[in-house]
């Protein structure tokens, strides 16, 4: 919220601190009531004067810009080229001097525009960021003195602050409640002056009939007529008290409104009375069905649920948040109601949330306004329109308050202060900060501890409990009296979340297989998603979720992460693409994240969690090896199974096996049909590896192959930690036997070395292929594998017989489970 | 007449020990030829038959010194000859050893992972262990149970991602106190950590960030044990020089509230362009425990007490690490993670 210190003036004394704004900045910032921003209005319009236009030419080499001579009152004329059009000779123009810096941090400087020298700019509403949008120079009335700086011919005098308020200090949102704060924390008297009010033009009453049958939503309303006022343009003090703090001026009825809302934090609304059907109003539930046109012309259908000011035929006003179209102040209008009310504010939140207005009403009934000060801010406003409006003020006015808010007392004690805070607190100084709070003081009984009755101000609806005024204190007091100490040790220490050390674990093991962990959103684009995994149930086989409804998001940032992810695949490709477009031909991913899946069972009911699913994931692509030394032979993918490999027997899992299928039509779409494969470990299928399918690395303008794996982590964390169980290594020697094997190029490897190790017995240690051939004397469709068995004995040596017969074992297995031969 | 032969093969010898060029040319010149089985040696010592008895004993003590002579010439030569060769063959396989080596790729954990590790490691000091929880969370956990009802402007603070009227992307990681506190027993020091989400982008938000917290419940807790924590935390995280300040601030969650700012680290407290110039960077935020929320989780108010404060790792990475913009998190570029194998 922007606050002018000019404005604060009024109230309180803050004149020091013109010349010093950043250490009134501090003293807020310190208590609580951050401020963001200072503007020193007259120090923006530094090198910025009135000028004028002694000559308007035409540039030599262009159609569209003028060629201005311009006196600025120093003697010196300055050449300034100039690109509108509604300047004149003889006009009073403002000029921005080279080094002066227009908002936007715009400097000007001597230039060259198209050849000509320009030594500075006539400048507009715009740029001088007086309007949002302003058409051609600003023209100044010819009174305006030559070479007076621009802020001082404009009064910019002033200092103004954007303060943070917090949600629960509605209190400060306002000028008056501002300087209170500044007052209690610097101890200085706070004082509104209020002008009389005279009241002389007929009753209220007979102007409009009220009732109030919505008493729980609006607990007190006030209403107080003015006749005959002249509608028209506020006077310049209002209007710049308005625009410094970023509101717009647009009559002086609806001036004062909003002015009184910005000194009091008191929002108002003014009816014309002519458009007040049947001369009555009520504050009323809506009517459900029927439509409301807001002020500047949104129009909504109303429930029957919202709060609104109705006359005797339609809605008029959303209460609290936007007066109607219908009923607003015209420019002919004469005779007004002014209405100030307190709304409470869940009424005034739901509303404006479901319609989304947000309005500087409803934003502070939202946040609470102050019950206790509805009729002082409509009698200020009434006075305010009678002496800039004129007109006269209507006596009997309405204050419908059937049930006072009251205040209750918060008990608190010293001995709480002093622990919670944690340093010995001063009874005196507790008592004194309260009262300058504005609260009341009983102070109840002494003895070992004193115990206070404190009751905060109506204006105060934050203040509850006791940690409330603990809080109070503390910050008065200055957080930076609070020592520092550490809680004492000695509590049972607990255990970790299983879930977190494991994934400590695993992010050190991907990384030791030389990855580099990747982290993407958990929501993603639907359609991508889609069009990256295709058929989802392929993905049921690998062990991981098949997800057939991925959780969509009721109000996404965009359709680009609209959904949660139902793998970890999609985003990792988007990586991928995002490295390969900038050149990074060589890459190693992985990422360690949740999927959810959108069906539950039971519906959508308290306590019904979303499932979210523990995954792992690899992208990898591009040669690792440096380009003078040889490339490997292995296809990218089957770097891949190492990391899982390695990864599994690091977790102490040596109980695992690859499967691939036989069938092209169960490898999800987004993989290359025949280069897929299936890990099992321990039993259970864990996740896959694969290659990247060209028509979608195509698709995606990936320039390299691209080797992807998934693996399901809760799975895989079953079990988990595992101790390692020692043995020790046998002392004989190790005997080795080769056994080539001409088999069909669609007989997996791993099937014939899975009979190899169940069929050499306990003996048989190792099975390693160590050549793998096809062409040459390999008929077609065959290829030659080639084992190496490596036999030991933990008792003894080997003896070559033993050794031959257990070789011919294995042989005699396998030929007669497969269609194979030894070479 | 033998005598003679035998210094014609003593000359012959040595001048072909000499004349040798390399070990094998050495052993072909001399160790076949003269001392061999089939050797010039050899054939002397069967011509010694041919002496008398008198005469055989001299001889053969000639032909002895005659042989040790050649041996040792041998020996040395056959030493020399090693020696260069040795030198030779090292020489021709020198290695270039500045060209790049085969390429073992070194893996990397995401800043994002850094800074957790960093900072669970240094609470863990502080007898605290850390839990999670759901990313989907129930609105009662996100919100209500923190002391944050529905409509209530505190939900402003958090624009918030809805799944469904009932579930939340969680805004914060403060819905695994909510858990904790129902589920454990006090005391408890407890970390809560993982992504939250916003529904806010621009170029300093991420609509999917991640938080770290702390929470300490036990019979009497203060802030002075707050700020002393987290003082500790700041030295240990940032530098031992460094101080730490408390703002008075709002959370729905904590009262009294403070936001916490640390002395920059780039400039030790002068001012810089991160800071601001200020001398001060904010680095989150926390307060003791609101008796509401420690009441709807079942904890006995005021027997408990607890103080909780918590960090967006996020920014803790562009202070500690110098992460220039948040948006390179999530670019998941490998010029930028390889610099996180540390």
Redesign the interface.
């Known amino acids: 919220m922007k606050i002018s210190l000019k404005w604060l003036q009024d109230y309180v004394d803050v004149s020091e601190f013109f010349a010093k704004p950043q250490e009134l900045s501090n003293l807020l910032t310190s208590a609580g009531l951050e401020v963001e921003g200072v503007e020193n209005l007259a120090k923006a319009f530094d090198k910025v004067v009135v000028g004028h236009i002694l000559e308007k030419g035409q540039h030599p080499d262009a159609d569209r810009l003028s060629l201005c001579q311009v006196a600025t009152g120093s003697g010196i004329v300055h050449q300034i080229v100039c690109g509108a059009q509604n300047h004149k000779q003889n006009d009073r123009v403002v000029v921005a001097l080279p080094g002066a810096v227009l908002p936007g941090n715009f400097e000007i400087k001597l230039a060259k525009v198209r050849g000509v020298e320009s030594g500075g700019m006539l400048c507009s509403e715009k740029e001088l960021g007086l309007k949002a949008e302003s058409e051609g120079i600003f023209i100044l009335p010819e009174a305006a003195p030559i070479g007076k700086p621009f802020a001082e011919y404009m009064g910019f005098d002033d200092v103004v602050f954007d303060i943070k308020v917090t949600p629960n200090r509605s209190d400060c949102l306002s000028h008056f409640g501002l300087a209170r704060e500044i007052a209690a924390i610097l101890g200085r008297p706070c004082e509104l002056k209020l002008d009389t009010l005279t009241e002389g033009g007929g009753s209220t009453r007979e102007m409009v009939k009220l009732t109030v049958p919505s008493t729980d939503l609006c607990p007190r309303y006030c209403g107080r007529g003015v006749r005959g006022v002249k509608v028209g343009p506020s006077p310049d003090w209002m209007k710049k008290r308005l625009e410094a703090v970023g509101l717009n001026a647009i009559n002086n009825v609806v001036d004062v409104t909003n002015y009184v809302m910005l000194e009091l934090g008191q929002p108002l609304h003014a009816f014309d009375v002519r458009e007040i059907k049947g001369g009555k109003l009520s504050v009323d539930r809506s009517k459900a069905g029927e439509t409301f046109t807001t002020l500047d012309g949104t129009e909504i259908k109303l429930s029957g649920t919202e709060l609104t000011i109705r006359d005797g035929e339609r809605a008029v006003a959303l209460a609290g948040i936007v007066g109607g179209k219908n009923s607003g102040i015209q420019d002919d209008t004469q005779d007004i109601f002014i209405e100030a009310a307190y709304f409470t504010p869940v009424a005034v939140r739901q509303t404006a949330r479901k319609f989304g207005i947000e309005t500087d009403s409803s934003y502070r009934f939202a946040r609470g306004t102050n019950p206790d000060a509805v009729a002082l801010a409509m009698n200020r406003a009434a006075v305010l329109i009678q002496k800039v409006a004129g007109g006269n003020i209507c006596g009997e006015h309405y204050d419908n308050y059937p049930d006072p808010v009251k205040r209750t007392a918060i008990e608190i004690a010293l001995s709480t202060l002093t622990e919670r805070l944690g340093y010995p607190v001063d009874r005196d100084q507790f008592a004194t900060w309260m009262e300058r709070l504005g609260c009341l003081v009983e102070e109840k009984k002494t003895g070992n501890d004193v115990v206070w009755h404190i009751t905060p101000p109506s204006f105060r609806q934050d203040l509850h409990l006791d940690v409330d005024l603990v809080e109070e204190f503390g910050r008065l007091n200055g957080y930076q009296n609070i020592p520092e100490t550490l809680p004492p040790t000695g509590m049972m220490p607990t255990d970790h979340d299983p879930q977190y050390i494991f994934e400590v674990r695993l992010r050190r093991l991907f990384q030791a297989q030389g990855l580099l962990q990747a982290i993407n959103y958990a929501f993603i684009s639907s359609k991508f998603q889609e069009r990256v995994l295709g058929s989802y149930e392929k993905l049921a086989g690998f062990g991981l979720r098949a997800i057939h409804q991925p959780v969509t998001l009721m109000n996404p940032l965009t359709e680009e992460l609209n959904v949660m992810r139902t793998s970890l695949v999609p985003s990792l490709l988007k990586s991928v693409q995002h490295n390969s477009r900038h050149g990074n031909a060589v890459g190693r991913l992985f990422e360690l994240g949740f999927v959810f899946d959108g069906k539950r069972g039971g519906g959508a009911t308290e306590g019904n969690s979303y499932l979210q699913e523990w995954h792992g994931a690899m992208a990898i692509w591009g040669e690792q090896t440096d380009l003078w030394q040889k490339k490997s032979s292995a296809a990218l993918v089957y770097e891949l199974k190492t990391a899982l490999e390695n990864i599994l027997k690091s977790l102490g899992i040596t109980k695992f096996s690859w499967s691939q299928p036989t069938d092209a039509q169960s490898v999800p779409d987004f993989l290359h049909p025949g280069q897929c494969a299936q890990l099992i470990a321990e039993g259970k299928p864990i996740g896959f590896i694969g290659t990247l399918h060209p028509v979608l690395q195509d698709e995606l303008k990936i320039r390299e192959t691209v080797a992807l794996s998934e693996i399901n982590l809760d799975r895989l964390m079953q079990g988990q930690p595992r101790s390692p169980k020692a043995k020790s290594p046998s002392n004989f020697p190790a005997v080795e036997r080769d056994i080539a094997l001409q088999m069909p190029k669609n007989l997996p490897a791993a099937d014939v070395e899975t009979t190899i190790r169940k069929s050499g017995g306990d003996l048989l240690q190792e099975v390693r292929v160590f050549d793998v051939f096809e062409g040459g004397n390999v008929p077609t469709g065959q290829r030659s594998v080639a084992f190496r068995l490596i036999f030991q004995d933990l008792k003894g040596t080997l003896e070559d017989a033993q050794v031959n017969s257990l070789r011919d074992q294995v042989v005699k297995a396998v030929t007669e489970k497969f269609p194979v031969s030894v070479r | 007449m033998l005598k003679e032969k035998l210094e014609d093969v003593r000359r012959e010898a040595l001048a072909a020990v000499q004349k040798a060029e390399d070990t094998q040319n050495l052993y072909e010149s001399v160790k076949v030829q003269f001392l061999g089985k089939q050797g010039r040696f050899s054939a002397l010592m069967k011509e010694m038959g041919k002496l008398s008895a008198d005469e055989r004993p001299v001889f053969g003590k000639l032909v002895n010194e005659v042989k040790d002579a050649i041996e040792q010439a041998y020996a040395a030569r056959e030493n020399e000859l090693k020696n260069k060769e040795l030198t030779s063959k090292l020489s021709n396989e020198t290695l270039d050893l500045t ?2 080596s ?9 800043p ?2 850094m800074v957790i ?1 960093e900072i669970t490691n240094i609470l863990i000091r ?2 605290y ?4 929880g ?3 969370e ?1 609105d ?1 956990y996100n919100f209500e149970s923190l002391n944050i009802p529905k ?4 939900r ?2 958090q624009d918030t ?7 939340v ?1 969680r805004t914060h990681t403060s819905p695994i106190q909510a858990h904790v506190l129902e589920s ?1 027993k006090p ?4 970390i809560g ?1 993982g ?1 939250v ?1 916003r ?3 621009d170029v300093s938000h991420s ?2 960030f991640h938080q770290i917290e702390g929470m ?1 419940v ?1 019979r ?6 707050l ?3 987290i ?2 935390f700041v030295r240990e995280f940032f530098g031992k020089s460094l101080k ?7 959370f729905p969650f904590t ?5 916490v700012d640390c002395q920059c680290p780039l400039c030790t407290g002068r001012g810089c362009s991160m800071c601001k110039q200020s001398g001060w960077v904010e680095i989150g935020g926390s307060g ?1 425990i ?3 929320v420690l009441k709807v989780a079942g904890v006995n108010y005021p027997e408990w ?1 607890g103080f909780a404060f918590g960090f967006g790792i996020e920014r803790m990475g562009i202070i500690k690490y110098g992460v220039e913009h948040i948006g390179l ?7 930028f ?2 610099q ?2 540390v």
């Open positions: 060209l790049p085969p390429t073992h790729a070194l893996g990397a954990q995401h994002i992972s590790d502080l007898g262990s850390v839990r999670t759901p990313l989907i129930q009662r409509d209530h402007p505190a402003d603070m991602f809805y799944i469904d009227e009932r579930h992307l454990e005391p408890l020091r407890i950590v992504p989400f529904c806010d982008s609509p999917n300490y036990d009497k807790v203060s802030m002075a044990d700020k002393g924590t003082a500790y730490t300040r408390f703002r008075p601030s709002f009262e009294p509230s403070a936001e003791l609101n008796p509401n007490q998190y999530n670019q998941n570029d490998v010029r993670l390889r996180f194998s």
